[in-house]
């Protein structure tokens, strides 16, 4: 009989334990079937901006950021090519590699400066910011930064990767080569400035990825880590009619 009781004891315990577990996740569920309040909104499209940006800066700032990405690697300019490909036809790849690393180290150097300046572009959100993010396209969020930040992070990218260049040799490199080649008969002059060549790509680079953050807690359930964002962006959801 006690070892009767002690089953149905257990049997019990795990049937009340199952039936909380099944009530939380019920409630889960229904939490996201809720609308949100402005504030949630709010603060639910801020947290996954802030989190998307920072995630983006840091990613690509570290060494191999830009350089071990295919998708923002900074190569040579297209008006340059036909100067890296006379480079390579010599035998000087290591040259041109050289430059190419360069490039892409400076905006490695540069891309962790970005941090604040989308800090403050989401702190000074309005609602009507907030609302045409989460109910706008699916980069809505990134164009916004483009329109914010774009000039802000070009001033403080510009100096970072003009020194950066400077320290290891790319400036003074690339006018010595873009010099030569500017002094062949009936060649098209280019005039290339490395250092605004370089912030302009590595700001493309920034925004490509935080595109693709964005989309990913757009279509990605699993990638909405909290229950305010689940419940946030399940809203924006069913008004698309998804």
Known sequence: MKRIAITIILSFTIILSSCDALNQYAGAINQTLVTPTNSEMSLGLKQALEFGTNYSAERLSVKDGFFGNLAVKILFPDEARKVENTLRSIGL???CDNVILSLNRAAEDAAIEAKPIFVAAIKQMSFQDVTNILLGQQDA??????RTTSNLLADKFRPIINNSLSKVGATRYWTDVISTYNKVPLVKPINTDLADYVTNKAMDGLFL?????ELKIRQNVSDRS?????????YADRQKGY
């Open 141 to 146: 969020a990134t164009l916004y930064f483009k």
């Open 93 to 95: 790849n290591s040259l």
């Open 226 to 234: 909290t229950v305010l964002l689940q419940k946030v962006f399940s």
């Open 209 to 213: 990825e935080i595109a693709k953050e």
